[in-house]
């Protein structure tokens, strides 16, 4: 059983930046793609970035593409997303989850692909 916990959200306005991170234990961290998801209110929880194992793949969202960075520290087994040029449709619970199997490259997108969620960190956007 893997645990994360996301932090870093909060209410910015339009066109600021905030960096979410996410601490992870119970699992081998470096062996899985790792990835971030959204869900707003009366909306299905939706996949924005993704990154490998190692790092060095990443797949974005081609709503958040250009302005969000996802990475990973493996030897302090966190993952970050840097959003910046924020919107107002950015608002949402942002979570961090793990791919179900190992090695995978980061090209899964649904929530299906990942078997272990954190709480959720709250981004609001004000416009």
């Known amino acids: 059983q893997v645990q994360l916990v996301e932090s870093g959200g909060g209410l910015v306005q339009a066109g600021g930046s905030l960096r979410l991170s996410c601490a992870a234990s119970?699992?081998?961290?470096?062996?899985?793609?790792m990835g971030w998801f959204r869900q707003a209110p009366g909306k299905e929880r939706e996949f924005v970035a993704g990154?490998?194992?190692?790092?060095?793949?990443?797949k974005y969202a081609d709503s958040v593409k250009g302005r969000f960075i996802i990475s990973r520290v493996n030897a302090n087994s966190t993952l970050s997303l840097q959003m910046n040029s924020l919107k107002a449709e950015d608002t949402a619970v942002y979570y961090c989850?793990?791919?179900?199997?190992?090695?995978?490259?980061?090209?899964?997108?649904?929530?299906?692909?990942?078997?272990?969620w954190g709480q959720g960190t709250q981004v609001t956007v004000s416009s």
């Open positions: 119970g699992r081998t961290f470096s062996h899985y793609a």
């Open positions: 990154i490998g194992f190692s790092g060095a793949i990443t």
């Open positions: 989850a793990v791919d179900r199997l190992r090695w995978r490259p980061p090209v899964y997108t649904t929530a299906t692909d990942f078997d272990s």
